[in-house]
């Protein structure tokens, strides 16, 4: 069974920096892309960053420059380094792998990130 395993979430003050973790237990095949959403309370999903098997980065324009997603040296692990943090990326945040060759998408469970201002 697929799962995917998220950490780095917490609480931090405005202006600082968090890094965000997935790795993706139960398939041996590499995630055609893998990426990071976010979901305020009130709001709906939003996308934060993917990136592309290849390593082709896309961002939300509320984060570019100040977000940057990564692949591990591990077959599907994805990161994503937070800086600047605004009091605005306040949410839960996913971590979302896809399988385009079979149709398959996978979440993770969401970890919450919390900027005080």
């Known amino acids: ?3 995917l395993v998220e950490s780095g979430g917490g609480l931090v003050q405005a202006g600082g920096s968090l890094r965000l973790s997935c790795a993706v237990s139960g398939s041996v095949f590499s995630a055609t892309a893998m990426g990071w959403y976010r979901q305020a309370p ?3 999903r939003e996308m934060v960053a993917t990136i592309t098997n290849g390593g082709s980065p896309n961002y939300a324009d509320s984060v570019k420059g100040r977000f940057t997603i990564s692949q591990g ?3 599907n692990t994805v990161y994503l380094q937070m800086n600047s943090l605004k009091p605005e990326d306040t949410a839960v945040y996913y971590c979302n792998a896809n399988w385009d060759t079979w149709g398959i998408s996978r979440w993770g469970q969401g970890t919450q990130v919390t900027i005080s201002s």
């Open 73 to 75: 040296n591990m077959k």
């Open 1 to 3: 069974q697929v799962e």
């Open 42 to 44: 009130g709001n709906e």
